[in-house]
């Protein structure tokens, strides 16, 4: 097993090299609202105008050879998801899909009947639920979060449980304070009453491996342009429930949930954006974070790990630095005992700058993060930032560098400074 070798994950992505006008190197630490592409999946798109550029199912060799494009990214997508053939759909980005995915289960659903989402979930986890509970006069319950640390209060989430609950739509991880939410069980406790399981991986693909059948949930969806892919979205579904609930499709259309001519140079893209990330586990993954997968699924699950590994001694580099610049509080998981909790998306507040004016700060410094609620508004309701503009967040991703967080630390320290000397002129 070979070390992570940043240096060369880093010379895949040509992008990483843009600089700011004046030359400084930009540090994309902005990975969770997307994240860069390998040269591979710039090509992948070259590769499928070039050669295969036709709609599927015609007698011709280019619709062919779309028709094998389309199947390898279906492969490639149920690899990544550990997921049986066929059971992983396309679409055009995972709020789409969700709101398709609701309108689908909708058929079986009565007035009075109990959807359970959270508190702590992107809005493309929320909406659709709360919009299909207006329209069918469903009873939506929020599982509350903990302010203290962004984790899910559990015992509510027990006491919200019901025979009427028909549905737990629940984040996998938080995109705004980077809480890794207990899944597995929750998908227990939602079977235990009869409900059906949505689980929204979007943030969660990127940074450690997800696998639906250890999982067990009944649905599961992702954003490839979170995982150095394209822009597009995945819907995992146990296969029995595609097929009960597929129903939203024109007439011709082959399948219950891909209708309309999908991006397939998307898929091109998706394909290659999986092979990146099984290329890191056959390069640097450890041979027994395979088991018990084998072939791509195994180095997947290794590249994976490999990435969870890199990305918790960044966060730990981080908090350590942020620990000593006075006047800002990480938001979310911090206890160095408990990063197995958390993924790599740090969000924090300062007493001396708005997260608007920090991110600015740091963008004009080539350090591109985000400030606001990044659609979590609910989230950041329940942690009173809503009026104080949210909080910073950075997202440490498989690319990112130690050298880039201690820029980032050094930004925020001089920004400390600037800022406190001002408030002592005025
Ligand atoms: C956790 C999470 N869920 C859902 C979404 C929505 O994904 P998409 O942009 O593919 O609709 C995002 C996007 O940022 C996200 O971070």
């Not at 630095?321 to 006047?327: C, L």
Request: negative net charge.
């Amino acid at each position: 097993m070979k070390p992570y070798d940043v240096a060369a994950i880093r010379a895949r992505f040509p992008s990483l090299a843009n600089t700011l006008p004046d030359g400084r190197p930009i540090a994309f630490l902005d990975g969770p609202a997307g994240t860069q592409v390998p040269q591979s999946v710039i090509d992948a798109y070259s590769d499928f105008f070039l050669r295969a550029n036709a709609n599927n199912g015609g007698l011709f060799s280019t619709s062919r050879a779309q028709g094998e494009v389309e199947d390898a990214a279906h492969r490639a997508a149920e690899d990544l998801l550990n997921a049986p053939k066929e059971s992983v759909k396309f679409g055009a980005n995972m709020s789409t899909l969700n709101f398709q995915l609701s309108r689908s289960l909708a058929r079986e659903l009565k007035a009075g009947d109990e959807v359970i989402v959270t508190q702590l979930d992107h809005d493309a986890n929320y909406s659709p639920w709360r919009l299909l509970a207006e329209d069918h006069g469903l009873v939506l319950k929020t599982i509350r979060l903990n302010a203290a640390d962004g984790t899910l209060d559990m015992e509510h989430y027990a006491s919200l449980l019901g025979p009427r609950t028909k549905i737990v739509a629940t984040g996998m991880s938080s995109n705004a304070l980077g809480t890794i939410n207990p899944s597995k069980r929750i998908v227990e406790a939602a079977h235990a009453v009869g409900a059906l399981t949505v689980l929204d991986a979007v943030c969660s693909a990127p940074h450690y491996p997800v696998d639906v059948q250890a999982l067990d949930t009944d649905f599961l969806l992702c954003s490839p342009y979170k995982f150095y892919g394209p822009h597009a979205g995945l819907l995992y579904g146990k296969l029995p429930l595609l097929e009960r609930f597929g129903r939203y499709k024109v007439r011709p259309a082959h399948d219950l949930w891909e209708t309309g001519t999908p991006a397939f140079e998307a898929m091109a893209g998706v394909t290659a954006a999986i092979n990146h990330i099984a290329w890191i586990g056959a390069e640097f993954g450890d041979p027994a974070d395979h088991a018990p997968l084998s072939g791509r699924r195994g180095q997947l699950r290794a590249g994976l790990k490999a990435i969870t590994r890199y990305e918790t001694e960044l966060v730990r580099l981080l908090l350590d630095g942020v620990d000593q610049i006075s006047g800002v509080q990480v938001r979310g998981i911090t206890d160095r005992a408990r990063l197995n909790e958390r993924t790599s998306i740090v969000s924090f507040t300062m007493d001396f700058a708005t997260p608007d004016e920090a991110a600015e700060h740091f963008g004009n410094d080539g350090i591109q993060v985000w400030s606001g609620d990044f659609y979590a508004p609910n989230a950041i309701d329940a942690l009173g930032l809503t009026e104080k503009g949210g909080v910073l967040r950075t997202g440490l991703m498989s690319y990112n560098t130690a050298d880039e967080v201690q820029r980032l630390l050094a930004s925020l320290k001089a920004l400390a400074s600037l800022k406190t000397l001002a408030a002592s002129k005025s």
